[in-house]
């Protein structure tokens, strides 16, 4: 893989009621079927998502790469960072859920808050950019 375009970014606020399976009543735990959904806080699902539509199925991704996800947000002046790292079994999926969630989004579920910009690199194993996508105002 040399390079992997992001063909389009959906960001939306998600609650945990919208992952929940029939096969975690049976199980107890979440299953994610054929999606591949990375958290900043692995144990909360509540939070502020961002699905990037790749055009390439994660699977074909080497070992060892990330997602970088930087968010400017009206609570905080400063950009935060996050890294995403894909884990070593993933679906054949093309849409890649990057949640915010925890300490990371810690915000009132009734407020309709939402990043003001964002900017996303999908980066290898050493280091080299493959894709990246960013909002409008990320560029301003």
């Known amino acids: 893989i040399e390079s992997v375009g992001i063909k389009e970014?959906?960001?939306r606020r998600m609650e945990t009621s919208q992952f929940v399976r029939i096969q975690e009543y049976r199980t107890g735990s979440e299953y994610a079927g054929n999606r591949l959904i990375l958290r900043t806080d692995p144990s909360q699902r509540?939070?502020?998502y961002f699905t990037l539509l790749l055009d390439t199925k994660a699977h074909r991704l080497p070992q060892g790469t990330i997602i970088i996800g930087e968010f400017y947000s009206?609570?905080?002046a400063d950009?935060?960072?996050?890294?995403?790292?894909?884990?070593?079994d993933r679906?054949?999926?093309?849409?890649v859920l990057v949640g915010l969630t925890g300490e990371a989004?810690?915000?009132?579920?009734?407020?309709?808050v939402v990043p003001a910009a964002w900017?996303?690199?999908?980066?290898g194993p050493d280091g080299?950019?493959?894709?990246?996508k960013q909002s409008y105002l990320w560029e301003k």
Not at 91 to 95: E, G, L, V, Y
Not at 105 to 112: G, I, Q, S
Not at 119 to 123: E, H, M, P, Y
Not at 128 to 132: A, K, L, N, Y
């Open 9 to 11: 970014i959906i960001p």
């Open 46 to 48: 509540d939070g502020f």
């Open 74 to 76: 009206k609570a905080n």
């Open 79 to 88: 950009k935060q960072s996050h890294t995403f790292a894909f884990p070593p």
């Open 91 to 95: 679906p054949k999926t093309k849409a």
């Open 105 to 112: 989004w810690p915000f009132d579920p009734e407020e309709d």
């Open 119 to 123: 900017r996303f690199q999908i980066v």
């Open 128 to 132: 080299e950019i493959f894709g990246q």
